[in-house]
């Protein structure tokens, strides 16, 4: 007969299965910080032992660090989605930025389709907080906040679309982007004519993932990373006119 006996779990495995969803699903991010033992003991309702026991594993595992005198932390795992040698060759290669854009496209814009059909109430709402916040932050003349809140509006959408692939690879391309490897994001957010688009652009897509808008909410972030790409084109022309200009500059005060 094709029965086996069933063994009895250990505690420390029923620890490890439930902190290893939470990392998979998001939950707990690279490089947070775990509540201490005693809080995590007591919210777990497990011993002390069976949870340094889970502990052990998880650090065996790759997925917990521990640091003296700090506490135990998610291993920043996204680092590694790529190797510093392709890193530093998307950062020399200025074409890559492009490419890196049409993947945004292509899995931002079935993120977005995704949230608006599969997420909950909850992370619609989490969506629209994050977007009233960018509204706040656009009135200030530093770009600052608004660059940092259109990043976590973005991952916001891809978390609302329950897809944990998705999720930890569009973490990982984000981190890039936020290290500066393709292009500054403020520079998206310097002129007050592309700010005001850009708000706008978002308010179309938090309108249609409000209404669960499935392809409303797809159209919108194409349009929006469309324009993002437009923008960047721009950009960038103008800083290849801008030193020819300056060559010439140089080359006419020799002459002088």
Do not use: W
């Not at 340094?52 to 590694?80: F, Q």
């Amino acid at each position: 007969m094709p029965f086996q006996k069933i063994e009895p779990e250990k505690l420390s495995d029923t620890v490890v299965r439930q902190i290893e969803r939470l990392i998979l699903q998001g939950v707990l991010r690279p490089a947070e910080r775990l509540p201490s033992e005693r809080d995590m003991s007591e919210r777990l309702g497990v011993s002390r032992p069976s949870l340094r026991e889970a502990i052990g594993h998880l650090e065996d595992a790759g997925l917990l660090v521990t640091r003296a005198s700090s506490g135990i932390y998610v291993a920043d795992v996204l680092n590694s989605a790529f190797s510093p040698a392709l890193i530093q060759l998307f950062a020399r290669h200025p074409d890559a930025v492009f490419d890196y854009l049409d993947f945004r496209k292509d899995m931002e814009a079935l993120a977005a389709e995704r949230a608006a059909r599969l997420g909950s109430e909850t992370d619609l709402r989490i969506v629209d907080a994050v977007f009233r916040k960018m509204e706040a932050a656009h009135g200030k003349r530093d770009p600052s906040d608004e660059s940092a809140l259109d990043a976590e509006f973005h991952m916001a959408i891809i978390e609302a679309s329950h897809n944990v692939v998705m999720l930890h690879m569009m973490r990982a391309m984000f981190g890039l982007l936020r290290e500066g490897v393709f292009y500054n994001r403020q520079v998206m957010f310097r002129q007050k004519t592309t700010r005001e688009a850009l708000l706008d652009q978002h308010r179309a897509i938090n309108t249609a993932l409000q209404a669960r808008d499935p392809d409303g909410a797809r159209a919108a972030v194409e349009r929006h990373l469309t324009f993002v790409e437009t923008a960047l084109k721009d950009h960038f022309r103008t800083e290849r006119n801008e030193a020819v200009a300056r060559l010439r500059f140089a080359q006419e005060a020799e002459r002088g």
